[in-house]
């Protein structure tokens, strides 16, 4: 298992709906090829949840945690009753020592992002109003924001941007958190 690092943090944000997941599982075979170690997370509003009815039962039951293992990997479901939702920061020293940590969500946290954006969902764009979004990426035309503009399907370009962005090298959480 890797050891916890500095690892590079860079987002794809945009609104429900927009491609985010979509692009992600086109990017990362790209960097995966080009010798990049990506782990990601994900920000959602729904309860993410192991999906056996045991796990279930034991939460019911009162476990504060639940970890399932196999043996090719494990995952660790914590959840927060009465807590605040957990800060991208610490969520990010939770991943072993990777190359690169690809943020889904996560829109108005500080981070280097790329903004995913489909007018079609009749949506405002966050760039205007997001300094942290560096680049768009999307099938419509958009006024130039001085941000790189790339096609939602141009994952080879992509990938180039994310590698190069010199902010990234910025945007390192170093874990485990205390």
């Known amino acids: 298992m890797k050891v916890f690092g500095p690892t590079k943090v860079f987002g794809i944000a945009g609104w429900s709906g927009s491609g985010k997941t979509t692009l992600l599982i086109r990017l990362i075979p790209v960097l995966v090829r080009r010798g990049v170690q990506v782990a990601t997370v994900k920000h959602t509003h729904h309860h993410p949840a192991i999906g056996d009815d045991e796990s279930r039962a034991l939460f019911a039951a009162g476990v504060t945690e639940v970890m399932a293992a196999s043996p090719s990997r494990f995952s660790l479901i914590h959840p927060l ?58 099938d419509g035309s958009v006024e130039n924001h001085g941000r790189p503009v790339f096609r939602r399907d141009d994952v080879d370009s992509i990938a180039d941007f994310i590698l190069a962005w010199p902010a990234a090298a910025d945007a390192v959480f170093t874990g485990p958190p205390a």
């Open 81 to 138: 009753p009465g807590e605040d939702e957990p800060r991208l920061e610490h969520m990010a020293g939770l991943v072993g020592g990777v190359d690169l940590l690809l943020v889904e969500g996560f829109k108005f946290a500080p981070h280097p992002k790329l903004e995913v954006w489909d007018p079609a969902l009749g949506k405002p764009m966050l760039a205007p109003e997001q300094p942290s979004v560096v680049a768009l990426a999307t």
